[in-house]
């Protein structure tokens, strides 16, 4: 067993997003260094493929179909998972969704709605949620999935960026308020990725031309290891690789 299993092995990881792209990535590294996977997804199918994988790796998942825009089953969740573990380890908030890329003035009205009931308010819901159950476990870590959109603003994605703008500003607030405990709270952009979203927004891209999400894992690990000091940092995938040498 490598030290880097020791630091998971019985960790309890929520992942939002699970079924696909970097959430699966994501959850199933943890499975394979034994935590154990509280694993979101909105397709039950989906669900029980993800768990099929964690089935052959040491850890074990727990599966919980959801529609991020029920926010009271995001509420529920957090006593459930109080009541049976007492504590979370690891929050990964990784679900969003993309939306309208249009003009800022004929952006439908639902869409920015659902946009910001997945990207913004249900991230707030996790917080509120988990929070204690963070606050209880030995070193909570949270990481939540970003975007340069964020940043880097561009014609028409108004919608998305604002979202992505407000989940960075939420989240930063909430590691400053935090920053006094063990508990840690980190941003990650993962750049362009090999995903559903992308290929969406980018349809004549080669998908080999763009990072595939197991290549985002070991930074989330990092972020989420009892040994990471970072908190409230916004932290950037290509900037981390090119760290690395």
């Known amino acids: ?50 768990d099929d994988a964690i089935e052959k790796t040491p850890g074990s998942a727990s599966l919980v179909p959801a529609d991020l825009k029920d926010m009271e089953g995001i509420d529920r969740l957090g006593g459930v998972i109080a009541e049976r573990w007492g504590h979370l380890d690891i929050l990964i908030g990784n679900a969003g969704q993309l939306g309208m890329i249009s003009p800022t003035a004929h952006i439908d009205p639902k869409s920015w709605a659902d946009v910001m009931a997945v990207n ?9 949620s988990m929070d204690p159950l963070l606050r209880a476990a030995p070193a909570g870590r949270a990481v939540f999935i970003t975007s340069g959109a964020s940043r880097n603003l561009r014609p028409f994605f108004a919608l998305y960026s604002a979202s992505k703008a407000a989940l960075d500003a939420m989240v930063t607030c909430y590691a400053k308020e935090v920053e006094k405990l063990p508990l840690r709270v980190n941003l990650l952009n993962p750049g362009p990725t090999r995903t559903a979203m992308r290929q969406k927004l980018m349809p004549g891209e080669d998908p080999l031309s763009v990072t595939p999400p197991e290549d985002i894992v070991p930074l989330c690990l990092e972020l989420c290891s009892p040994d990471c000091t970072r908190n409230g940092d916004w932290v950037d995938f290509a900037n981390w690789k090119s760290a690395q040498g």
């Open 1 to 50: 067993m490598t030290s880097q299993t020791q630091k998971f092995e019985g960790k309890i990881a929520l992942v939002t997003g699970a079924t696909r792209g970097i959430g699966r990535a994501i959850a199933l590294a943890f499975a394979e260094q034994g935590a154990h996977i509280i694993a979101i997804g909105r397709t039950q199918g989906a669900l029980e493929e993800l």
């Open 120 to 128: 913004v308010e249900a991230n707030w819901r996790l917080i509120r």
